[in-house]
């Protein structure tokens, strides 16, 4: 790097840091303060959208009162997937507030939105584009082709520079296409088209199927292990667990509520799983750096690695290892060093073969996650957010 950007890198650090607390804004609790925006407000938590949102840094949202918000709710079929689309095309990743709007250059600008930045939106479908219309009036469409302009700016209603401002407007931005989205219906096919092949016949086989489906009206957070989970070293041998055992394993890999990656990131306090006791006995806690999301059974941790679905109430992640709850596996760590984990000999570093990686990976990732308490994740979090889009921004 060269060293004037390593400079720029600095000072920019020092400058912000003493802003980090800022961050820390609670959208469910700002639009609480504002009853004419109540049924936005409880969509913007039912679909978890309102986590994402107080992960940003920057954020115009675009609200709807009960009205508008309603044709939109109809729009979508009712459908909680289909709303949660519309609620992320609906919080711009820039900061507008009255002023900016009406000062746009050339009178109109493009601007991303959350339902780009999901990733499951490609190009331009999540971009909403602002105009100045004649007569001093915005309004706000879907930069898609056929994007109406039924929406205009109605008024301000909060604006804290530049990391928040909140803005009525009059109708929903929506699009051909907006409320599509994958469905959970089929666990077992969703499963085995991700790789979960292994992991979807032990649960049809045992019949935790059936108390998975029971639970996705409610929500359900389903984390299931890659085929290769099965074979990793200290991996359980499913096959001759008792069976009581087994079913409590494949209950433990499920949470009864809706916790998409980004919310989880937000709770670093232990969970109930399917299998939790009252007393909170296989519970599981999850683990939090920068963008990387564990889960931590006591024994081990687990890498919380892709989203295969997210059909609110219904989410399905893919975890890099089998969840072993220390009610069951005891605190011996699976991974602690055992004579086959000595140091490999010599030769090894001269063969050309790379090592398989997930068991000489394991341990560190651990040790890695060990470092962070829950108390100091947060403050990580928006630090590293912000180293990251520093560097973006001086790399550039
Ligand atoms: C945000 O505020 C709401 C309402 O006050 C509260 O229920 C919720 O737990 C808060 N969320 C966070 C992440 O603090
Ligand atoms: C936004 O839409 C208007 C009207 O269709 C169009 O004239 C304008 O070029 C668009 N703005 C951008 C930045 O694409
Ligand atoms: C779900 O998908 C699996 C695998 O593709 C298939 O065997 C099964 O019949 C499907 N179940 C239902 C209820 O459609
Ligand atoms: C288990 O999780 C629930 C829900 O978060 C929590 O209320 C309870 O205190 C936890 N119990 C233990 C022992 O971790």
Redo the contacts with the bound molecule.
């Keep these: 790097m060269a060293t004037q950007q390593f400079v720029a890198v600095v000072l920019l650090a020092c400058i912000a840091l003493p802003t980090a607390p800022v961050w820390g804004l609670n959208i469910t609790a700002i639009l609480n303060g504002y009853p004419d925006y109540k049924m936005f407000n409880k969509y913007l938590s039912e679909t978890k959208v309102c986590d994402e949102i107080n992960a940003r840094e920057s954020v115009t949202l675009l609200v709807l009162g009960d009205g508008p918000m309603s044709s939109l709710v109809l729009d979508a079929d009712q459908s909680l997937a289909g709303i949660k689309n519309a609620l992320r095309l609906h919080s711009l990743l820039d900061y507008f507030d009255p002023r900016k709007l009406h000062g746009l250059t050339d009178g109109t600008t493009l601007t991303d939105s959350l339902y780009q930045a999901g990733g499951d939106a490609a190009g331009k479908m999540g971009n909403v584009n602002i105009t100045n219309l004649r007569g001093g009036k915005v309004a706000f469409s879907s930069a898609n082709p056929g994007g109406k302009y039924d929406a205009t700016f109605v008024k301000a209603i909060k604006q804290m520079p530049y990391k928040l401002s909140i803005i009525e407007i009059s109708a929903p931005i929506e699009f051909d296409g907006l409320f599509d989205t994958p469905s959970a219906t089929n666990l077992t096919r969703l499963l085995e088209k991700a790789g979960c092949k292994r992991f979807a016949a032990l649960i049809a086989s045992t019949g935790v199927l059936k108390t998975y489906e029971s639970a996705m009206d409610k929500g359900l957070t389903l984390f299931a292990p890659n085929d290769d989970a099965f074979d990793a070293k200290g991996a359980p041998d499913v096959k001759t667990m008792p069976s009581a055992d087994l079913v409590t394993l494949l209950k433990y890999h499920a949470l009864p509520v809706y916790n998409p990656k980004p919310s989880l990131k937000t709770v670093s ?4 799983t399917l299998a ?1 006791t009252a ?3 296989y ?1 599981i ?1 999850v683990v939090t750096k920068g963008d990387d999301v564990a889960l931590d059974t006591g024994v081990d941790k687990s890498r919380v690695a892709a989203t295969v679905i997210d059909d609110t109430p219904v989410c399905v992640l893919t975890v890099d290892s089998l969840l072993m709850p220390v009610e069951l596996f005891g605190d011996a760590p699976a991974a602690a060093p055992s004579p086959d984990d000595a140091p490999a000999p010599a030769p090894s570093v001269a063969d050309a073969s790379p090592p398989a990686p997930p068991p000489a990976d394991a341990p560190s990732k651990a040790a890695d996650h060990k470092e962070l308490k829950a108390s100091s994740a947060a403050a990580l979090r928006s630090v590293g957010a912000f180293a990251a889009a520093v560097f973006s921004t001086v790399l550039l």
């Design positions: 306090r232990p969970l109930r939790s007393s909170g006995k519970n806690t």
